[in-house]
Nanobody, 131 residues
């Protein structure tokens, strides 16, 4: 499974961006809907951290406290794509954002393990928020 993240860029404080992550190479019988998906980020000089996740079943979502109410994760299984809508961006959101996923993975598990257990990762997309 290959994940391709896109949508990053430079935005001013208070602005918005929408990240996309498209999956390819899925095997028949294990469709995108069977994958839990998450977004993670790594800011300069910091460890990778969990941002948001969406379960493979019932579309249950979890968010980091720092983004709850500002970011929204969603998925379109017909397009094999997961999104991260980011509003009210601040310089503290500047980071490389990665999407990741795993079959039959819950949103809660991704939050608990910061994605350590996820087998598939995208290449990352840089988000820079200017002050």
């Amino acid at each position: 499974v290959q994940l391709q993240a896109s949508g990053g860029g430079l935005v001013e404080t208070g602005g918005s961006l929408r990240l996309s992550c498209s999956a390819s190479g899925l095997t028949s019988g294990l469709t995108f809907s069977r994958y839990g998906m998450g977004w993670f980020r790594r800011a300069p000089g910091k460890e990778r951290e969990f941002v948001a996740s969406i379960s493979w079943i019932n579309d249950i979502t979890y968010y980091a406290d720092s983004v709850r109410g500002r970011f929204t994760i969603s998925r379109d299984n017909a397009k094999n794509t997961v999104y991260l809508q980011m509003n009210s961006l601040s310089p503290e959101d500047t980071a490389v954002y990665y999407c990741a996923g795993g079959a039959f993975t819950t949103a809660q598990a991704m939050r608990a393990n910061a994605g350590d257990q996820l087998p598939y990762w995208g290449q990352g997309t840089l988000v820079t928020v200017s002050s």
